[in-house]
């Protein structure tokens, strides 16, 4: 009997013990979270607080994302407003180069050729009229950029006959209409563009007596497009003619047949070429 009630003591106790812990403040879940620190809100409000506010990009930065076109237009419309502005940019600026100057007009080429319509006659009014505003564009920047070129603004021949050479490649690409009027555009470039040749070719002539026009094969070249152009180059092939005739030397192949004339004895020894091709005499003389 003593070992019963001592069991049942024993076992009673436990209860009491299991229930006193799970009545604890501390053995509940929800009285643990209460007990935890709680952050202060105003100071988790005033970490997440910053002093960096918006502002502007700096013109450095500014400008490092504008694209070429975007800058031409900037500039082009701070000089409209400040016209003193654009006399120091022409005055600073690099002076465009034959390369560059011809890359530009090919762009506008590429331009017009680009907005002929699908299908149909490229030479028809229907193609003319969606790129007669193209075509305009293109011969008003060849029609700008030919007296850069000419002298007195440039001084070296060279430089100028290889532009010249370049830009009358691009009228020949130019379509002929069936419409004869709409012709007009490409025969007037070639009016203007044998002006062009003629004046460079008479101011070479007065430098060193033109020997200038006597390398490169500025008489071959301008004689091709003579050609090509159906004899719209003619002003330029007689200003060329009369400027190296006094070599003894019809330079554009005036001769019956199309074929130039020898050499002259001057030009062979200023070419280095004199005795070359000359027959070799065998026994005495």
């Known amino acids: 009997m003593s070992s019963r009630k001592r069991k049942a003591d024993d076992e009673g106790s436990s209860g ?21 620190p709680q952050q202060n809100s105003s100071r988790s409000a005033k970490r997440m607080r910053t002093n960096v506010t918006g502002r502007p990009l700096a013109l450095p930065r500014l400008l490092e994302t504008l694209g070429a076109d975007d800058m031409r237009n900037i500039l082009r419309s701070i000089c409209e407003r400040h016209p003193d502005i654009g006399t120091e940019v022409v005055s600073t600026a ?5 390369p560059s100057a011809l890359n530009v007009l090919n762009n506008y080429e590429t331009t017009f050729r680009a907005s002929f319509p699908f299908g149909g006659r490229s030479s028809s009014d229907y193609s003319y ?17 030919t007296p850069h070129f000419l002298p007195p603004n440039e001084t070296q021949a060279a430089t100028s006959l ?4 370049g830009a009358t490649e691009i009228i020949h690409r130019l379509p002929d209409w069936d419409t004869y009027q709409h012709n007009r555009h490409k025969q007037e470039a070639y009016e203007e563009m044998a002006k062009a040749w003629a004046s460079v070719i008479h101011e ?4 060193a007596g033109g020997i200038q026009l006597q390398y490169g094969g ?12 159906g004899g719209r180059m003619q002003g330029a092939i007689n200003e060329l003619r009369g400027s190296l005739g006094w070599m003894g030397r019809d330079p554009v192949g005036s001769t019956p047949g199309g074929t130039a004339e020898p050499m002259s004895i001057r030009q062979q020894l200023l070419s280095g070429t004199y005795g070359m091709g000359a027959p070799v005499r065998v026994g005495p003389w």
């Open 16 to 36: 009491d013990n299991d229930d006193r812990m799970s009545a604890s403040p501390s053995s509940s879940p929800a009285m643990a979270l209460r007990s935890l």
């Open 94 to 98: 690099p002076r465009p180069g034959v």
């Open 129 to 145: 009229n969606r790129v007669r505003q193209t075509l305009i564009n293109l011969l008003e920047a060849l029609k700008d950029f």
């Open 162 to 165: 290889n532009f010249l050479d």
């Open 204 to 207: 070479a002539a007065k430098r």
């Open 218 to 229: 500025w008489d071959q070249k301008l004689s091709k497009h003579n050609e090509i152009s």
